[in-house]
């Protein structure tokens, strides 16, 4: 079986596992800060839509069309991660339903933010063994993703995204 | 495929996938505190069992016995969420087994609450663009449910919960 | 099906699954600083691979080599947990592939660290009901395992850990 090529090797996973696999690589993407990267998950007319809210209440904030406007969004529009800072989007208790050529999840999100210390200039000083920063959950809400599969390959059609925490847009 | 009933696609996902998704569902209804959406994924004689402590010396808490009960204490004797607040229940690293028509999960739970801050009167001053609040995890555990299959569909027979943390009760 | 062993069980569950499995094993092992359990999740030969950094910049900080080096440091060098506390490594959107009989996978990790409240000399007092303590976030990062099916069941042969935060050496 050595010689199957990548793509013989995915096929053989269930497709709500490969639909489960766009989300993972979703928030890797994310995490990198690679608008490309997160556009090439999407179709080209795909769509981000953005909202305050969980429930009947959902407020919309604001919606990302095709795939240009997404990747412009995330390569240039997010804040760049600090000195030693690195973000990890994490997707929880995923409900993924697949209907033939159409799935769709519903997933928890817990964004968290690490950042280590700087080492002293004078090094580490005694009794400091070990990983020195901090971790610290910084988002969460719901990804609803719908996405289609086109050409053997699952794309996302429209990524839901709904916050849990309030969004500030200064002088509103 | 497109005119597969829900039941007919849910039906194609593995038997791990849909012991998994009654976890799922768990979280969602216990974040609603909806007593109803909890109790409905057990049998009618179902029971939650909350114990604290992880090995040998858990700690019986306390019980909950059929779905009556089940539905009350889910939707009455929990914490109402605070203003701008939601919760979180997430579980990770699921090892499931399946035998016939019998199932077990062994899931690692992280709860998190996130309460988003309230917009200002005068509206957000300058330099406050994004997501206001804070995520923070506040319980852990494992959920152990064993699940039966009655009717094509995975009812939990037994929810046991073990918690990390001590569990207070006044004068006690 | 009750007569099966938990083998023929096991057997049923997909590639993925079993890989996946393997890797909530591995937590569960950690979380217990059982280093038996943890060496038994490698092949003979196993490694451990500590790195900090995520990209092309990682920096390998240090190499456990065997099943003995691997249980020695799990179960001797690991500070143990305080009183009335545990540790929970839970990972996140695993990307899988399976090739015959290697497989890969690639997870994001987030550890946390529960700490229970000791109960009160003379008791709780009124108005303290319901869990006391606290849940943080601690470490982060990347676990990134190559595994190896061999006699039936899938092993770890190499486990990268990629840590986000600051690895401090004293004196250095």
Chains 1, 2, 3 share one sequence.
Do not use: C
């Amino acid at each position: 079986m050595e010689q199957n090529s990548e793509n013989k090797v995915l096929s053989k996973a269930s497709e709500e596992r490969q639909v489960q696999h766009v989300l993972a690589r979703y928030t890797r993407a994310a995490d990198q800060l690679n608008g490309k990267a997160v556009a090439d998950l999407f179709v080209p007319d795909g769509k981000v839509e953005v909202y305050y809210g969980r429930g009947g209440s959902r407020e919309l904030l604001f919606v990302l069309s095709r795939q240009a406007e997404i990747e412009n969004a995330m390569s240039n529009l997010m804040k760049p991660h600090p000195d030693r800072g690195w973000s990890h989007h994490t997707t929880h208790d995923h409900i993924i339903e697949v209907n033939g050529d159409h799935a769709t999840i519903d997933a928890q999100f817990i964004r968290f933010d690490a950042v280590g210390e700087s080492r002293p200039d004078n090094g580490w000083p005694e009794g400091t063994l070990g990983l020195m920063g901090k971790v610290t959950p910084t988002e969460s809400g719901y990804y609803q993703p719908a996405l289609q599969k086109i050409s053997g390959e699952w794309k996302i059609v429209t990524l839901v995204i709904l916050h849990d925490l309030t969004f500030a847009i200064p002088g509103k």
